[in-house]
């Protein structure tokens, strides 16, 4: 569909492609955030698979630049936070790249953020956003929960807690407040990490009412106006269970419109005026479309 082309787009953020690899937007001499970083990470440690050479154990040496003294990861290299929800996905990209191409050290790896990111975990399975934050967030839940049930771990707290974040439509909101109120914005990310997590955790009524309430609500339109790197967690929980029209369609407007002159994904919904970050996730969704046999083992 258009996962070679983006993928040959993305490799234009790479720096140092061997041993160790930075990643920075174009025209940019500073590596990006962590979180954009994370979702190169997945992006390749789905792609190596179907479309060498390997990039991700570069990524895998270069992402060691925003470790914290303290253990875990930084927010940028040397210097920020630890958010668990970053973490997560680093997590996360670790061991998609053990569920796909096998290998020890990557699980040892995702295990090792998992303990952190655990240790933001509320006595409801709520997980904080932050490290010393005041907000238990949809995000770093949904994620830490996935992280940890994949490994192996009990989260029937964690998704008793998002479960509980749904509105009347069945969608989950975004995060809960120091106050306890709830800020009620609706992502498409947040519903593909609850698909996910139940899904994972043999909860299959939960990740149905989850896929449901999200087909229902995230109509192409919609997914147009979300940011693709949310969008792109939403497309992996939907296809690995089964659903596929709306994310079918959007991939193709994608394709269609998404796309600037030097092929970034400027023109859809973006998470903030980079290029690397949504550009990573479409890599995601084009190689999931073309290379079904890779959707069972995604996280």
Not at 3 to 20: A, D, K, N, W
Not at 165 to 171: H, I
Not at 208 to 226: K, P
Not at 277 to 289: K, N
Request: hydrophobic share 40%; net charge positive; with cysteine.
């Amino acid at each position: 569909m258009g996962h070679e082309t983006t993928l040959s787009t993305l490799r234009g953020s790479l720096v140092g492609r061997g041993r160790f690899t930075v990643v920075r937007e174009p025209r940019s001499a500073l590596s990006v955030a962590l979180w954009p970083y994370s979702q190169v990470m997945h992006a390749y440690a789905i792609s190596d698979q179907v479309c060498g050479p390997a990039r991700f154990p570069g990524l895998a040496r270069g992402v060691q630049a925003y470790r914290s003294p303290h253990g875990a990861y930084r927010e940028s290299i040397g210097r920020g936070k630890r958010f668990f929800d970053d973490n997560a996905w680093v997590g996360l990209a670790f061991l998609q790249r053990h569920l796909i191409s096998g290998g020890a050290a990557s699980r040892s790896r995702a295990r090792d953020v998992d303990a952190f990111v655990q240790t933001g975990r509320a006595a409801d399975g709520g997980i904080r956003w932050v490290e010393g934050g005041d907000t238990i967030n949809a995000c770093s839940t949904g994620a830490g929960a996935l992280l940890h049930t994949v490994l192996g771990g009990d989260i029937r707290n964690s998704l008793d807690f998002l479960a509980g974040l749904r509105n009347p439509d069945g969608l989950v909101r975004d995060h809960v407040r120091a106050d306890g109120s709830v800020e009620p914005s609706v992502y498409s990310y947040n519903q593909g990490l609850l698909i996910a997590a139940a899904s994972w955790a043999m909860r299959p009524g939960l990740a149905r009412e989850a896929s449901e309430a999200g087909e229902a609500h995230f109509t192409v339109q919609r997914l147009w106006e979300q940011p693709l790197a949310f969008n792109a967690i939403y497309a992996k929980a939907q296809l690995r269970i089964g659903v596929r029209k709306n994310i079918e369609e959007y991939a193709q407007r994608l394709l269609d419109e998404g796309r600037d002159e030097r092929g970034w994904f400027t023109r859809a919904g973006r998470y903030d005026d980079g290029h690397v970050l949504d550009t990573a996730a479409a890599v995601q969704i084009f190689a999931l479309l073309e290379f079904p046999q890779l959707v069972a083992r995604v996280v």
